[in-house]
C-alpha cells in the first residue's frame, strides 16, 4: 500500500506539494478550506468581468527552475500565452509629471540617462547592478539535499551575482539609493516615493527589474484563477485528491511524529507525512500549538515585518479603454481613501492586454492600496460596510482623475479589503505575501522542518521574506523530495 500524504492547504505551495506527491507514488489528499483552490492566487467573477487578484509577473516563464516547476505543474503547458510588458509600470506624482520604468534595462538606462544626464555614471551602475543579478539561478533540489558540489559548480556563473549580493545584500532600497547619490530631484522624488520609506531590501528591488529585463517574469493571459485551476487538473489527473471546504485545526502528533489532522468538524485524516502549506503563523501557533518551534522561528514570526495588506478595489466599464501600461503607479501621499492614509500612493491596473477579463467592448480595472491591518481588524459589521462604500466613493473619484467621465462607463464596483483575504484564506493580518523582504532578513528563510517533529514539513511563502508563487510552488517540490529521501526512493517527475 502507498503511504499517505496530507497536505492542508490549496494554495500554490499546497496544489504544487500534491502533484509532486502523487507524482511520486504517494495517496495524496489536499485539505482546502475555502470552496476553491489558489489561496492568494484568485479571482473572482462579476457580471461577466473577472476582478483578478494576483498574478502581474511570474518569475520563470522563459527559464531556469522556476520554469521547470511550471511546466512540470501544468502552469505553463503549450496552450498558455505569455505577455511580457514593455513597460513596467508608468509613475505619476501629484504634479502630473510622468516617469516610466521599462522593462528592458537598456531601454530604461537610455531614458533615465535623457531625463537626468547629470547622474550618467550612479545610473548606469544601478543598471549593471540589475543587468548581474539576472545570474542568478534557483536551486532545483531542496538545501538539505544539496552537496557542496552543488555549490561550487556554480560559483563561476555567478559570481557577479555575489558580488551584487555581497554589497547589497545588507541594505535597504533607501540606503542603496543614497549611496548611488542621484542629483536629479525628479529619479529621487520616485525611487523614495516608491520604496525609500520602508524597510524594503534593495536586493528585492534590483532583482525584480533584473528578471523583467531578461523576459522571464511574463503574465500569463487569463491571470490567477485559471493558473490555479490548471494545477487542479493536473493533480487530478495524476490521481491525487482535493477536499474543498474542510478546515484543519489540528496536526496530529503522537511520540514527536505527524500522525494526520484534525478537521474542524472533528474527522481526523490520518497519514504517514503531513505538509502544511497553509499560513506560517496558524500552522505553528495554532494546529502544533507553539510545541515545535525554534528561537529562529519564533524571532521571525516576532520581529519580521509583514506586508502591509491591500484594498482592491475592482471596476466593470462598460467601455473599451486602451493602455500601454499594465499598471500606473500615483505616488501622491497624505490623501485618504476611506479611513486610509495613503503612505504609498495608490496604483491602477488596466487589464486591456487581457481580453479574457471582460466582454468585448469592455476593460476591467482594478485600483489599490496598501492599507494597515490595525484598521480593520477590530472594525464592526456596521462600520466595516460604511468605510467600503466611502472607498468605493473615493476610489471611483481616483479613477475618475486618470480616466476623465469614466464614472457614467461603471457597471460593477467590488471592494475586497484586508478581512477579505483574512477570511478566505486566514493569511495572518492580511499579509498576502507573509514577511516584508527587508536589509535583515533578505538573504534569510526558515526551515521546511521544524525541530523535533518527524514526518512534518512546511512549504509555502512564509519560508521566504519576499514570498510569491515561485518560492510557494519550489518548497512544495522540496518537500517532496525530502519525503522521497526519508523513503529512501528516489524523487521523480512524470
Ligand atoms: C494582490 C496580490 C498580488 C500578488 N502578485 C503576485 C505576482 O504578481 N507574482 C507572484 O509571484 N506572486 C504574487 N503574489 C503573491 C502570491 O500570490 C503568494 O505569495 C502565493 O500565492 C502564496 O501561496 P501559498 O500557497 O504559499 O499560500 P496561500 O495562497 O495563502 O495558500 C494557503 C492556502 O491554505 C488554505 N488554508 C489556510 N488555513 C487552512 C486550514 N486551517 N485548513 C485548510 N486550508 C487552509 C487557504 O485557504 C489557502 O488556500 C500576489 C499576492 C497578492 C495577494
Not at 502528533?253 to 507525512?273: F, H, R
Not at 495613503?342 to 487589464?351: A, D, K, R, V
Request: net charge neutral; glycine share 8%; charged share 25%.
Amino acid at each position: 500500500m502507498s503511504k499517505k500524504v496530507v497536505i492542508i492547504g490549496g494554495g500554490i505551495a499546497g496544489l504544487s506539494a500534491g502533484i509532486y506527491a502523487t507524482m511520486n507514488g504517494f495517496d495524496t489528499e489536499v485539505i482546502e478550506m475555502s470552496a476553491v483552490a489558489g489561496g492568494q492566487c484568485t479571482a473572482w467573477d462579476r457580471k461577466g468581468y473577472r476582478f483578478d487578484y494576483c498574478l502581474h509577473w511570474l518569475v520563470g516563464t522563459s527559464k531556469g527552475a522556476f520554469h521547470d516547476i511550471w511546466k512540470e505543474t501544468n502552469v505553463i503547458n503549450n496552450e498558455t500565452e505569455i505577455i511580457d510588458h514593455e513597460i513596467h509600470s508608468r509613475i505619476l506624482d501629484d504634479e502630473g509629471n510622468e516617469f516610466i520604468i521599462y522593462s528592458n534595462i537598456d531601454r530604461w538606462e537610455k531614458s533615465l540617462i535623457e531625463l537626468a544626464p547629470e547622474d550618467k555614471a550612479s545610473i548606469q551602475k544601478m543598471c549593471n547592478d540589475m543587468r548581474k543579478s539576472a545570474l542568478l539561478e534557483p536551486f532545483a533540489l531542496a538545501p538539505e539535499l544539496r552537496s557542496p558540489f552543488d555549490y561550487i559548480k556554480i560559483i563561476p556563473q555567478m559570481l557577479p551575482v555575489f558580488n551584487v549580493i555581497r554589497k547589497f545584500g545588507r541594505l535597504t532600497c533607501k540606503e542603496y539609493f543614497d549611496k548611488l547619490n542621484f542629483k536629479s530631484e525628479r529619479i529621487k522624488s520616485v525611487f523614495f516615493s516608491l520604496y525609500g520609506n520602508k524597510d524594503f531590501s534593495a536586493l528585492a528591488f534590483i532583482f525584480m527589474l533584473g528578471w523583467f529585463n531578461q523576459k522571464n517574469a511574463g503574465y500569463i493571459k487569463g491571470g490567477s484563477y485559471p493558473l490555479a485551476q490548471r494545477m487542479v487538473e493536473k493533480l487530478w489527473k495524476l490521481g491525487g485528491k482535493l477536499l474543498y471546504i474542510k478546515k484543519v485545526d489540528k496536526v496530529i502528533v503522537e511520540n514527536n511524529v505527524a500522525k494526520g489532522v484534525m478537521l474542524s468538524d472533528g474527522t481526523i485524516i490520518q497519514a504517514d507525512y503531513v505538509i502544511s502549506a497553509a499560513d506560517g503563523y496558524s500552522t505553528i501557533y495554532n494546529m502544533l500549538d507553539a510545541k515545535y518551534i525554534s528561537k529562529e522561528i519564533d524571532f521571525a514570526y516576532k520581529n519580521w515585518e509583514l506586508f502591509t495588506p491591500i484594498v482592491q478595489v475592482s471596476f466593470g466599464v462598460n467601455k473599451a479603454i486602451p493602455s500601454d501600461s499594465p499598471i500606473l503607479i500615483n505616488i501622491s501621499k497624505e490623501k485618504l481613501i476611506g479611513k486610509t492614509k495613503l503612505e504609498n500612493g495608490y496604483s491602477i491596473m488596466n487589464y486591456a492586454y487581457d481580453s479574457t477579463m471582460a466582454p468585448e467592448g469592455k476593460t476591467t480595472i482594478v485600483l489599490r492600496f496598501d492599507s494597515p491591518w490595525k484598521l480593520w481588524e477590530n472594525m464592526d459589521v456596521k462600520e466595516y460596510k460604511a468605510e467600503k462604500l466611502q472607498i468605493q466613493k473615493d476610489a471611483t473619484a481616483y479613477l475618475e482623475k486618470e480616466y476623465p467621465g469614466i464614472s457614467e462607463f461603471i457597471e460593477v464596483i467590488d471592494v475586497a479589503t484586508p478581512k477579505t483575504d483574512v477570511r478566505y484564506t486566514g493569511v495572518k493580518d492580511g499579509a498576502y505575501e507573509g514577511f516584508m523582504p527587508s536589509k535583515d532578513n533578505m538573504m534569510k528563510s526558515l526551515k521546511m522542518k521544524l525541530p523535533g517533529l518527524q514526518n512534518f514539513y512546511m512549504a509555502g511563502q512564509w519560508l521566504f521574506p519576499g514570498g510569491g508563487l515561485p518560492p510557494s510552488a519550489q518548497t512544495g517540490k522540496w518537500a517532496v523530495q525530502l519525503i522521497c529521501k526519508n523513503e529512501k526512493q528516489q524523487f521523480k517527475i512524470i
